[in-house]
């Protein structure tokens, strides 16, 4: 069992759903952190975001918002856009600006939604947040959430939240696509 603050780093609401339960049952309620450069177009964009928004306030969560759009700043700094690469320098924007939020707002911890999902590097995620969370003076705040990931998308359809087609990036609505 921990105590402290938690900032959670959180991609969208149906992802998070779930990880808010499961740190609820460690007694632990965490502030919600939108940062999401990688999701185009500003439509799709527009809709995580607002559903964030929205489910947020009806759980009565505190939800900080960084709306920097951020497709320019994406693209200018992207290395490749093939994964692994586009994925590891997607996850280090995020989790980077996270860890900063963090440290500066005077939070203990923080970690990301983004460990709920069995389509992403896990393995990569925990050392990005770690290596960031050294850095930072703020520890990253492990946890394997991929169980909970099927019944997470159960219980955001039941909330009628808005369910997105694929992970954000442009190359990764060509790839869904094609
Ligand atoms: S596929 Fe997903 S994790 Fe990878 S770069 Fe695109 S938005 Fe980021």
Request: charged share 25%.
């Amino acid at each position: 069992m921990i105590t402290g603050k938690l900032l959670l780093h959180t991609c969208c609401a149906p992802c998070s759903v779930k990880c808010i339960d499961s740190l609820a049952a460690e007694d632990l309620r965490p502030t919600l952190f939108w940062y999401n450069p990688n999701i185009h177009p500003f439509t799709e964009y527009r809709s995580r975001r607002d559903t964030l928004v929205k489910f947020a306030a009806d759980a009565g969560l505190e939800l900080i918002s960084n709306d920097e759009y951020g497709l320019r700043l994406f693209l200018r700094n992207m290395p490749a856009d093939k994964a692994p690469e586009r994925c590891a320098y997607c996850y280090r924007l995020r989790l980077e600006k996270t860890a900063a939020q963090a440290a500066e707002a005077g939070f203990d911890y923080f970690s990301t939604t983004l460990l709920i999902s069995p389509y992403q590097n896990h393995d990569l995620i925990r050392a990005i947040g770690e290596e960031l969370g050294e850095a930072y003076g703020v520890k990253f705040l492990y946890r394997d959430f991929r169980p909970l990931f099927r019944s997470g998308q159960g219980k955001a359809r039941e909330l009628g939240l808005y369910m997105q087609k694929y992970c954000g990036c442009i190359f990764s609505e060509e790839e869904r696509y094609t």
